[in-house]
């Protein structure tokens, strides 16, 4: 990564995306991937060293004494896996605040070359490249239709998501939040329904410009409220492709009428 930065940055601008990119990726590779997992066991005096480290280096980070840790160490690059790629650009991506199309595009495209720089240094397989270049390029669209999707979900929500201002003021009769799964999409409508339960949410109302934006799978971060019978979309936060599994479960939510 550190080679890729140093040999492929033109521009200062370039050179601060690609670091950035990178840096991304490694913190997803380290704190959100699978190449990571401890198997070994430790006894309780090492348990509480670590955690009086991570206690320390909690509270140096909350005070900005610390940088997040993005060191993977001798990881070698034989490890990655498509779906490590596919996952980023699906998922841990379109989490970020604010993220839009074009940063998901930009990240897309800086992995490919990062991915032609190892082919190139011959430092992955062959079947390797070809695969990492096929699974960035299938997610890199859906991932920046979620994001479109979300972005215009967000200002259609805050915009008071298709209610009428005498009716904005009304109670609810109840909330559920959590990621819910597009099961039914109409050109004006879209239904949802959490995997831990079989009850389905909807039809909740949306203007054509939106549900195309969707597609049955999608997972969406979303609080719903209920109110006369007709679900309403209270808040939004990202929206995941349906190319990568995101578990669709209701989250416990203080109990509230408005």
Known sequence: MDQFILEASPTKDMSSSI?????????????????????????????????AALGQYV???????????????????????????????????????????????????LLLQWVKFLHGKHWIESGDYISFLES?????????????????LFHYVRLGGGVSPRHRGKRFDQFVEGHARV????????????????????????????????????????ELGSRGGTWLIVDIGPVYPNEVYVDADEFDIPEKLS
Request: glycine share 4%; charged share 35%.
């Open 19 to 51: 670091e950035r990119c990178m840096e991304m990726f490694a913190a997803y590779l380290l704190h959100y991937s699978d190449l990571y997992q401890d198997d070994e066991s430790w006894d309780e005096e090492e348990v509480q060293e670590w955690e």
């Open 59 to 109: 509270e140096n980070l909350f005070d900005g004494d610390a940088e997040p840790t993005t060191e993977l160490g001798s990881l070698p690059v034989s490890l990655l896996e498509p779906e490590h790629f596919r996952d980023f650009l699906g998922w841990f991506i379109l989490r970020e605040p604010g993220v839009d199309s074009l940063e998901v595009k930009l990240q897309a495209e």
């Open 136 to 152: 960035i390029q299938e997610i890199k669209d859906e991932a920046m239709r979620a994001a479109q999707a979300a972005h215009i």
């Open 183 to 222: 099961s039914k999409l109409e050109e004006k409508s879209v239904s949802l329904q959490f995997d831990n339960k079989k009850m389905e949410i909807g039809p909740v109302a949306l203007p054509e410009e939106i549900s195309r934006h969707l597609k049955c799978g999608d997972v969406l971060d979303i």
